[in-house]
């Protein structure tokens, strides 16, 4: 993942390096439960974005009639459609700023996904597993603790 969302990703994936510990070292439900609280803190933004698109989609009608009525006068049109949204009080940009956010947060939820998956750390290349999945063994390198899974197998291969 580019540095540019560095600053959303890094949180998250120690957030669910956290959660994953807290959840008995299941990385898969640390995601799945992360996924839901990330979901539940965007709904404000989502359903602000569907009621400005439900607004948009009741004066459609009113919309394409201008259109037909100031066909040749793109001027005329432009004012008239911008008094239409005054009177009606719907805001065209409600639908669309909304999901910049969102769009940042959920790219930052990939990128620490992305990372974890990614992660190459001595835990991981000891236990021989794919990192953050099953045991998660990248966990290690960002908690600075052995997770459950890499030292019951380390404790076994340490003697020998």
């Avoid at 439960?33 to 602000?48: A, D, E, R, Y």
Wanted: glycine letters at 8%; one cysteine or more; hydrophobic letters at 40%.
């Amino acid at each position: 993942m580019s540095n540019w969302f560095r600053f959303v990703s890094e949180p998250m994936a120690q957030a669910l390096v956290f959660l994953a510990h807290s959840l008995g070292d299941n990385a898969g439900l640390a995601i799945v439960v992360f996924t839901i609280g990330i979901k539940f803190l965007l709904l404000p933004l989502t359903l602000k974005q569907l009621q400005s698109a439900k607004a948009m989609q009741e004066i459609q009608p009113l919309i394409q009639e201008l259109q037909r009525k100031h066909k040749g006068d793109k001027q005329r049109l432009t004012e008239e459609t911008m008094a239409l949204y005054k009177e009606k009080g719907v805001n065209p940009m409600a639908g669309c700023l909304p999901l910049i956010p969102q769009l940042v947060i959920l790219s930052g939820l990939y990128g620490a996904l992305l990372d974890l998956g990614n992660q190459n750390d001595l835990c991981t290349t000891r236990c021989s597993r794919p990192p953050f999945s099953g045991c998660p063994t990248s966990l290690c390198l960002i908690s600075g603790t052995s997770c459950r899974c890499c030292a019951s197998l380390h404790s076994g291969s340490s003697s020998a």
